[in-house]
């Protein structure tokens, strides 16, 4: 355990695939460790039910902590990826959480900028496992670069493929000018790792759900692909699970850091160069495939200790 928590903002689509729920379970599990504070979740994206932000207050009342403040996009629409989420009118309907609707929610540029301010300098940690709007969006307004600089550690980001590639997060729906916008506008000095699609297929979770007691997580792995019984790949637990232990964990190092420069195209298609003095890096698994799926299941399938 690290020698004080993680103070972290989560940044989630929370949207079709159930990543996102196995992720937000796996952060409250750490938080229960005392690893982890979460200080915010901000979602980013557009359920076109208008739910995905009660998906993700139903999780953190189902672990106890229902007053975590969440934040939208106060993008519209037209300027931002739009669908449905796969289990948000479920979620919603089923399980306990406080009610609110997107378009109820705060903005959640304006609470990035409020816990910022608020912080520390350089001790907040940013994990983003959906598009970069609201990051983009926050780094646009005034002094929000020099904000980001002085009150953030580090953020790690679920997107692209390495060394060169095009993933989803990166490119869906015509996001590739605020992924590169983000990337681009991003403090120098300020660490940025990024999980590619290549690491996340590897590492196969979610089955264990099945053996567990009802839970929006476990509901969230019954629609979305049948991923409780075939498993789903961990593109968002591996970017939560460096956000909060970085690259080891007492005796196991999980991954490798390439050090360099992502270079993003107008279209969201990335490449790397490797340069040992950048501060920014992508993820190479380290250990074992299994090592690795056993330790991110086991914190997404934790009872809840609140």
Not at 8 to 19: A, F, G, Q, R
Not at 38 to 57: E, P, Q
């Amino acid at each position: 355990m690290t020698s004080s928590p993680a103070q972290l903002i989560l940044d989630t689509d929370m949207l079709t695939d159930c990543d996102d729920a196995g992720a937000l379970a796996m952060l409250h599990a750490l938080a229960d460790l005392g690893e982890a504070h979460i200080l915010a979740v901000a979602v980013n994206g557009m359920d076109t039910h208008g739910l995905h932000s009660a998906v993700v207050s139903a999780i953190n009342t189902y672990f106890g902590r229902p007053d975590i403040p969440i934040g939208v996009s106060p993008r519209t629409a037209e300027e931002m990826p739009a669908k449905p989420s796969s289990y948000s009118p479920a979620i919603f309907e089923e399980f306990p959480h406080d009610g609110l609707r997107d378009a109820e929610r705060s903005n959640a540029v304006n609470l990035y900028r409020r816990l910022l301010t608020e912080a520390e300098d350089h001790s907040i940690t940013i994990v983003s496992i959906g598009f970069l709007s609201n990051i983009a969006d926050l780094l646009a307004t005034p002094s929000g670069r020099d904000l980001v600089a002085r009150k953030v550690k580090g953020i790690t980001i679920m997107g692209g493929a390495y060394p060169a590639g095009s993933e989803y997060n990166f490119n869906f729906q015509g996001v590739g000018a605020t992924t590169k916008a983000t990337i681009e506008s991003w403090p120098t000095t300020v660490p940025m790792t990024f999980v590619g699609y290549e690491l996340g297929e590897l590492i196969i979770t979610g089955k264990g759900y099945a053996n567990m007691p009802s839970s929006p997580m476990k509901r969230a792995y019954e629609i979305a692909y049948y991923s409780i019984l075939n498993g789903r790949p961990s593109w968002d637990q591996i970017a939560v699970l460096h956000g909060v232990r970085g690259l080891e964990h007492k005796d196991t190092l999980y991954f490798k850091a390439v050090h360099g420069e992502n270079h993003i195209t107008d279209e969201g298609s990335n490449s790397w160069t490797e340069n040992k003095n950048s501060p920014h890096a992508y993820l190479e698994l380290a250990t074992e495939i299994d090592t690795l799926a056993s330790a991110i299941e086991t914190l997404m399938l934790a009872t809840p200790q609140r």
